[in-house]
Each structure stands twice: as structure tokens, then as C-alpha cells.
């Protein structure tokens, strides 16, 4: 049996570890949820731009995840005794076991699952679920779980067996669990934690024995405070023996060279060009529209501006200037080789993902 103490140890040094690989995850999510901001040149302080680029990193996401998920993996069960009707070890008693497992992957909803999890293996590269048993009906259970914060054990390229362990971390807030756990209201009321703070919890699983405690504080959007190098207690609440002698855990990982990288996440910077090119050709138009003025005075005053605040020629208001000899605008238009340059980028996009134009609507 694995200790707590080894099980906190083990969780933090593959968050540690895995810190380049989760960044690279979250700035997928970020593009996948539009979060993410362009900077826009503009003199008007409250102007905010709308995104003005094609969601390319969503719509590959969802293209890919729909295709894959569209068929369902084929589940069979064959006779122990081919030549034998019915009774143990018989062809009926094989299309019992068939039926079970359609059974029980309907009511773990697992359709619905492979096609998040597909989205995962498209945009992450990898996904991650795990079997638990289910109490209420007495039949095992599919869950699909976030790879953001799954911790599987370490294991070469060329290694394609399921993992011995894993570590799922999620978090909870300090009232879940005085709710939950009671234990833990001495513990938490000395460390001056208020009641909306959010922690650290794992779920420990392996071939033995599946362990649940809590790690501390949340330090940064995946990582436990622990796992900077802070020392922060921790506290195990509980743990059960895995009768199975099998951990019920499946990491499934995109085939690549030696190391689970995702195609998508090496093409986020193409599309932050291609937004920043697009609010600097905004930018652009609309100086061509409302174009720079300038002054000219005479040689005996300084020109002045009555009212003190030059007026946008968007409002439609006058300007009124004395002692000017004359007012002139600087003509300017924008750089048309910069749209070229975003179908370019587009184009490299949809060919590094394998979007097809029909996805997004469009024909050949």
C-alpha cells in the first residue's frame, strides 16, 4: 500500500514536470473559448474589438472530434465454445456478455463521452477516463475526466500499456468540504481560510487501492501551491481497497514521434498573427476614413482652437480655429498586401489541421 505521504510527493513532481506540456494545453482552451484579447491601436479608450478572425482552432477541434466520434467503437464478445448453442461457455452465453457491454455503455452515457473526449485527443492530444463503480445500479460506470489535471504515471513512446497509477487533482471550495469532510474543520480553521477560497483535492488510483485527500491551497490555474516548492500541509481523508487488482484508468495519446504534442497547439501562433494583423488592418481602414489633420498658420500668431478640445470629425461637429492659414488632412491607405498575408496564414492553418472547407461551411 502506497503511503500519503509518497502519494503528495509523486502528484507534485509530475505537476512540476508536466508544467511545459499544461501551458501548451491551456492556450488551446483559451483559443477554443475565445478568452484571449488582441491588442488594438486606438485613441478611443472604451473601444473594444470583437473578434474579427475565423475560429479556426474551435472549428478544427470540433471537425476533427465530430468525425471521430461519429462511430462508435465495434464491442464484441466471442464464444469460449464456438461449436456449443447454449449453456456456460456457449455462443448464447457470449451474446449475453455483448449485450451487458452495450448495456452498461448506454447508461454511462458513453456517446456523449466520445465526443468530448474525442475534442481532448483532437486539441490536447490526449484524454482521460477511468471506470468507477457505480452503487446505485451495481454496474461499473464510464467517466471522462479533465487531462488538465490527470497525472498518469511517467511511461516511454513505445510503451503502449495502460498506466499502473494516476493522480486526478480538482478542486473544491473550503465550505464543500467542512460539508463533506468534517475532519478537516480544525485543520482548515488554522490555516485562516475563508469560506470561498479554492483547494486542491486528488484522487489517487492504482492497482491496490484508491486514495482521496486534499493537497492545499490552489496556487495558479493547474498547479497546487505545494507543487511550487511551498510548504503546504496536506491532509489524507480517505481510501478504499481496488478488489479489481487492475487500475481502471485509460490515457489514450495522439501517435507521434516520441512525446504527446498536439498539432493544433503548434499553430496558435499563426492565429495570433493572423488576429494582430487583422486589428492592425482595422486600425488602418479607419485611419483612412478619419484622416489626420494639420494646421498651418501664419507667420504672425500661433493658430489657436476655440474651445480648447480638438472635435472627432465622427461626431459631426465643427472645429473652429483663428489665425490658420490653412488646414489640410494626410491621406493614407492601408497596406494591401496584408490581407493577402492573413489568407495566407488561414490557408496554412486549415492545411496543418486538415479542415476541410466544407466544415466551415464553404464549397471546393
Known amino acids: 500500500m502506497i503511503s500519503w505521504d509518497d502519494i503528495v510527493a509523486i502528484v507534485r513532481n509530475r505537476q512540476m514536470n508536466n508544467g511545459e506540456l499544461l501551458e501548451k494545453m491551456i492556450e488551446v482552451r483559451r483559443r477554443y473559448n475565445a478568452d484571449w484579447v488582441v491588442p488594438y491601436v486606438s485613441e478611443m479608450d472604451s473601444e473594444v474589438l470583437p473578434p474579427t478572425t475565423p475560429a479556426l482552432i474551435a472549428e478544427a477541434i470540433d471537425f476533427l472530434g465530430m468525425r471521430a466520434a461519429s462511430v462508435m467503437p465495434y464491442m464484441n464478445s466471442p464464444a469460449i465454445d464456438p461449436t456449443k448453442e447454449v449453456g456456460v461457455r ?11 457491454l452495450g448495456a452498461t455503455h448506454h447508461q454511462s452515457k458513453t456517446k456523449l463521452h466520445m465526443r468530448r473526449a474525442m475534442r481532448h485527443l483532437a486539441g490536447y492530444a490526449t484524454a482521460s477516463m477511468i471506470v468507477v ?19 498518469p504515471e511517467p511511461k516511454a513512446a513505445e510503451d503502449l500499456s495502460p498506466p499502473k497509477n494516476c493522480a486526478f487533482v480538482y478542486t473544491k471550495s473550503v465550505d464543500w468540504l467542512r460539508a463533506h469532510y468534517p475532519q478537516v474543520r480544525d485543520w482548515i480553521a488554522s490555516s485562516k481560510s475563508t469560506g470561498e477560497e479554492m483547494w486542491d483535492m486528488v484522487e489517487w488510483v492504482d492497482e491496490d487501492v484508491t486514495v482521496v485527500g486534499v493537497l492545499g491551497p490552489r496556487d495558479w490555474e493547474n498547479r497546487t501551491l505545494g507543487a511550487s516548492g511551498a510548504v503546504v500541509q496536506s491532509m489524507e481523508l480517505h481510501r478504499w481497497p481496488n478488489p479489481t487488482g487492475l487500475c481502471p484508468v485509460y490515457i489514450p495519446g495522439r501517435v507521434t514521434l516520441d512525446k504527446i504534442i498536439s498539432q493544433i497547439a503548434n499553430l496558435t501562433g499563426q492565429v495570433d498573427l493572423m488576429a494582430q494583423l487583422q486589428a492592425l488592418s482595422i486600425a488602418a481602414g479607419e485611419k483612412a476614413i ?47 498586401t496584408t490581407q493577402m498575408m492573413i489568407d495566407r496564414l488561414e490557408r496554412n492553418v486549415r492545411i496543418g489541421t486538415g479542415l476541410v472547407p466544407q466544415a466551415g461551411g464553404e464549397t471546393y
Open 290 to 336: 478619419f484622416r489626420d489633420r494639420f494646421i498651418i498658420g501664419d507667420s504672425i500668431k500661433a493658430p489657436q482652437l476655440v474651445g480648447g478640445q480638438w472635435k472627432d470629425g465622427r461626431t459631426g461637429e465643427m472645429n473652429i480655429i483663428l489665425d490658420a492659414k490653412n488646414i489640410g488632412e494626410l491621406a493614407g491607405t492601408p497596406d494591401p
Open 133 to 151: 463503480p457505480d452503487f446505485e445500479s451495481c454496474i461499473p460506470r464510464l467517466e471522462l475526466r479533465d487531462p488538465l489535471s490527470s497525472y
Open 90 to 100: 456457449s455462443r448464447e452465453f457470449a451474446a449475453m456478455r455483448r449485450k451487458i
